[in-house]
């Protein structure tokens, strides 16, 4: 999304894309039992659907926010049919990923890094989907900072009558950045089918993570480097309820009277012959 809005386009179709790739990553992983094949399909399904968004919104010059509203629904729906029609084709009624792949997706430990306490389990032993988007993160943080093509596509994102005017491409330029920005929203939507989800499909399995993903964008401040801790900040932050929860529980038991303990009754049907 930082991409897509590095370009000069505010993709709200985020939810919808990370839907489709999902739900193509997650098939191709059932069908093939390879991972780095499900990946691509991700990325290259994500790529798809953006592709839609771009040819509407450059092309035609349609209402971005409108566009990427529409394919927000038509790709969560899509992702949940196709879903249901695996799901009624299969003999056991549903979908589970092979153990090859869900082997490949255990936690992976860094060396000496991983030992370290609390932040080494957090930070250093992770699954390759997280691995893998630091690793996007940084590539992009370089290519937006660092190079002549990235310089060029911040100038396109803030004023491409500039741009057009200096000899940019501007219309190339946007397209290859909000495909590519797809394709690597493709690739979340497939970590939420697969990892989240813990390797069996789930209708709605993205479930408002893509509208997070904006929120992220913000407060990143349009930064992929930030992005990396941000969405840790936000992580924690959608934990907080549980915790909140965890504790209420703790002090409640702790703080035990009449007025603060559950109905001696509550879970216990009532037989009047039993009085």
Known sequence: EIQNEKAGHLNLGVEGTMAMGACAGFMVAYKTGSLWLSILAAFLMGA?????????????????????????IFGTGLSNFIGEQMISASPTGNLKLPDGVMSSLKNIDI??????????????????FTYLSIVIAVIMFIYLKKTKVG????????????ADAVGISVVKYKYINVLIGGGICGIGGAFCSMVINGGVWMANSVNGLGWIAVALVIFAVWNPARAIYG??????????????????????SVKKSR?????????????????
């Open 151 to 162: 310089l060029n596509l911040r100038t396109i994102g803030e004023n491409p009558a500039v």
């Open 231 to 252: 969405a840790y900040i936000f992580g924690a932050f959608m934990v907080l309820p549980y915790l909140v929860t965890a504790l209420v529980l703790i002090i409640t």
């Open 48 to 72: 798809l659907v953006s592709l839609i968004y771009a040819f509407l919104t450059i092309t035609m010059m349609a209402n971005q926010n409108v566009t990427g509203l529409t394919l927000t």
């Open 259 to 275: 007025e603060r303990s559950q109905p001696q009754s509550c879970g216990i049907n009532y037989f009047r012959e039993e009085r």
């Open 111 to 128: 060396p000496l890094l991983s030992k370290i306490p609390v932040l080494g389990e957090v930070l250093f032993s992770q699954n390759i």
